[in-house]
Structure formats: structure tokens, C-alpha cells
């Protein structure tokens, strides 16, 4: 029996290649993380110290407290909400993060696979916080968001997860919308320039 192969959501949506501005440096790179493995976990009641001990000995790290990320051993670990986490791993990709996350906290929390639910796109560049302000609506200055900070919020009337990496942010949308989007972030960063890079 063949095993279906996973499919991007910008496939045939983002084109590699310079959109917009064409001289001079891109204000934005955009790059698709394809084939994280995406999940998210919820604590079950009563179990949320038990919980943070089976993170930090499984993943070596703490869960993190409020809208920030914290990076354990192939795992971020993103605080979308009280005894909730957005989970992302390139180390564990697609479903094998959900497995891993579920064999490791059994009877703990309640873990969910989101890897083929949602497109993730990193983006960074000398113009990026111009281009995300004109559709988010909180503060990117990067002493408010700090590195690793993180914020489940709406971009151009579209629900987002974004989370920053040192001079980076990473955006995860819905699948069903991930065109619309690109489209938005094209139109968006064209006064800049938009450089869309592949790494498959």
C-alpha cells in the first residue's frame, strides 16, 4: 500500500523568485517551514505540575507561562493559552511530533496533531515589522515583542499564531486560508519587495 505524501498549502500559490519592488535588497524573505510536525496539547485537570515534570524530563525544558515560547530538545513549546501549547518540531516532522508528545504524557494532557491543519511561514528582513503591521494589530517593536514572544491574533481579518525567532517571525495560519494570506503578504510587501525562498 503506498503512503500518501504530504502536500504544501502554498503549493502552486507562492512562486520562488523577487514580487514587487524589484531593485535592490527584498525589505521581506519569506520562507515556508514545510513539514514541522504541529500539534497542540491542553492539561487535564489536576495534572498540570505532573504535566511540566513530563515536559522538562522529556524535552528538557519548562512550559512556558503566558504568550511566549520556550525551546526544549526538537520541540518550541508556544503558550496560546491558560494550560495551553502550540507545539512545533523540525526534528519530529508531520505526525510524529503528535505521537511522540502523546506516548510521552499519556493520561497528562490532551494532544491533538495540527501538521497538515496549518501552513507555517518564517519571515524576516530589513522591512518586516512595516509590512506585518499594516495587518496585525499589536506592537512589534522588538523591545514589546521580545525574541520569543508570542501572540494568537487575527492578520488582515485572518487567524494567526505568530511567535518571534531572534530577528524572525514565524506566522501559522489555518490551511484552508494560507492562499488568501499569501496573497495578502504579497500585495502587502510589493513596496518593498518580497523574496520567496523554497527550501524543498
Known sequence: MSKLKSMSALQGVSVPGRHGKSDGQAGVILQERADLGLATLEVRKGQAAALDAAIQAAYGVALPNGPVSAIGKGVRFVGVGPGQWFAVSETHANEALANDLAKKLEGLASVA???????VVRVEGPTVRDVLAKGLAIDLDPNVFVDGAAAVTNISHMGVLVWRDGEAF????????????YGWLEEAAAAYGLDVVTTS
Open 113 to 119: 496533531d495540527h501538521s497538515s491543519g496549518r501552513a
Open 170 to 181: 514565524d506566522l501559522a495560519v489555518f490551511r484552508s486560508v494560507a492562499g488568501s494570506f
